[in-house]
């Protein structure tokens, strides 16, 4: 089992559409959670970070966690096709500063 | 917002010559520096974490005499690839941090790597 898994997809939504991306994680002690978004070719950009369980927004970005189903989610609302990219999730572990990464969900805003 | 900088943004060269990587943190101090790898389609997998002055941590499978890192200040990191052949191919990335948040890292805009 990998330590942070999410689908690979693509995952395509129309454009003004929300989109929804998933992630579930193995290290129950995992303490801070993020959404990097990365275009082809560019290095990770941060769009949020969740310590709580519940929701945190921030514009059209909504991240989602549920420690007790070691479940991190990010919702895109009014999804633009400048959204398309793949979004990694990341944790950290209880113990260290190391971020785990998935291997990323591919979506593709159809406008 | 704190930027992170690397150089050269990309390289070619020949199998067997070392290649090296600079990662500098331009306006604040980082007491952290990640060094990662990313094949096309993969994600980012963390090849080591080095603290100003002290050797560098590798991660379990990372050759470290191959992959030398050194942080020699608290802006300054460096990847050697010693005797690079064509699987060493790859995106390499670094990311920065300060102790006090080590929740925040600052991502360099990666170095890609081509061996011929």
């Known amino acids: 089992q990998k330590e942070v898994e999410q689908n690979s997809g693509p995952l395509s939504v129309p454009e003004g559409a929300i989109a929804s991306l998933n992630c579930t994680y193995s290290?129950?002690?995992?303490?801070?959670f993020f959404w990097y978004r990365q275009y082809s070719g560019k290095s990770p950009e941060l769009i949020m970070s969740i310590y709580s369980n519940g929701d945190k927004e921030d514009g059209r970005f909504t991240a989602q966690l549920n420690k007790a189903s070691q479940y991190v989610s990010l919702l895109i609302r009014d999804s633009q096709p400048s959204d398309s990219a793949t979004y990694l999730c990341a944790v950290r572990r209880e113990y260290g500063n190391k971020l785990v990464f998935g291997a990323g969900t591919i979506l593709r805003v159809k406008s | 917002g704190a930027v992170v900088s690397q150089h050269p943004s990309w390289v070619i060269c020949k199998s067997g010559t070392s290649v090296k990587i600079e990662c500098r943190s331009l306006d604040f101090q980082a007491t952290t520096m990640f060094w990662y790898r990313q094949f096309p389609k993969q994600s980012l997998m963390l090849m080591a974490t080095s603290n100003e002055g002290s050797k560098a941590t590798y991660e379990q499978g990372v050759e470290k005499d191959k992959f030398l890192i050194n942080h020699a200040s608290l802006t300054l990191s460096t990847l050697t690839v010693t005797s690079a052949h064509p699987e060493d191919s790859s995106f390499y990335i670094c990311?920065?941090?300060?102790?006090?948040?080590?929740?925040?890292?600052?991502f360099g805009p990666g170095t890609r790597l081509t061996v011929l």
């Open positions: 990311s920065a941090g300060v102790a006090v948040d080590m929740d925040t890292q600052y």
């Open positions: 290290d129950r002690g995992s303490q801070s």
